[in-house]
């Protein structure tokens, strides 16, 4: 597509249930990186993705967080048992290469509040 | 590794007047640097990028930013402000050769009419 598409756009789960944000990236961009917003905060990197391959999962903050890509397309970041502290606005970019030279194009994100 | 200071949390201006947000960088070699800005409840945009082709770089809505090495600088101007410009923009090096890029607390321009 013409950019790069988060869905939902916003989402309100309850506290312990497990929630799906997906990412659809730019056709043809092979990086795809997942970032956190919290209010007050700065953006946090989770993941990336090259490819379907995820080499650095370095920031995802616990083990209820997992992201998987399929068809070196459709990314899609999990969080089981939802916690308070999750609410966030969820960033997804791509980038057509991965390298210190590429930009990200960013989603509008996901705006996901645990009640 | 590579870390970025904005030297300035909040800068506000009148509107057509010239904005100036600065950020130093640190590393010991040249960087790829970006500005990224996020309008209110939207998502974040990338202004410009410096690569090494070009010390002068010009982007997306009237913006530019000079690298100078000798003073570890990439500053970002813009010679009249708008209304539109209001917004939080980030200093953004890149991290290594994943591409993987590292966002601080940004800096928030107000702009006045």
């Known amino acids: 597509g013409a950019g790069v598409s988060q869905s939902p756009s916003n989402k309100v789960t309850e506290k312990g249930k497990d929630v799906e944000l997906r990412c659809d990236p730019i056709?043809?961009?092979?990086?795809l990186y997942w970032y956190r917003q919290s209010l007050g905060q700065g953006l946090e990197f989770l993941i990336y993705?090259?490819?379907?391959?995820?080499?650095?999962k370095s920031g995802l903050p616990s083990d209820r967080f997992s992201a998987e890509r399929t068809g070196g397309s459709v990314s899609t970041l999990t969080i089981q048992r939802t916690q308070q502290e999750d609410s966030a606005v969820y960033l997804c970019?791509?980038?057509?290469?991965?390298?210190?030279?590429?930009?990200?194009?960013f989603g509008s994100g996901t705006r996901l509040t645990v009640v | 590794a590579q870390s970025v200071t904005q030297l300035d949390s909040h800068v506000s201006v009148s509107e057509g007047t010239p904005v100036l947000l600065r950020c130093n960088y640190s590393?010991?070699?040249?960087?790829?640097l970006f500005w990224y800005v996020q309008h209110p409840n939207k998502g974040l945009q990338l202004l410009l990028k410096?690569?090494?082709?070009?010390?002068l770089v010009k982007g997306i809505n009237g913006f530019e930013a000079e690298f100078k090495k000798s003073e570890t600088s990439f500053h970002l101007t813009k010679p009249s402000a708008h209304m539109s410009d209001a917004a939080e923009y980030f200093c953004?090096?890149?991290?290594?050769?994943?591409?993987?890029?590292?966002f601080g607390q940004g800096t928030t321009l107000q702009v006045k009419p």
């Open positions: 590393s010991s070699y040249s960087p790829s």
């Open positions: 056709s043809g961009h092979t990086a």
């Open positions: 993705f090259q490819g379907n391959s995820a080499p650095d």
């Open positions: 970019a791509s980038s057509l290469g991965y390298g210190p030279n590429y930009g990200y194009t």
């Open positions: 410096y690569t090494s082709a070009a010390t």
């Open positions: 953004v090096p890149s991290t290594g050769n994943t591409g993987k890029l590292i």
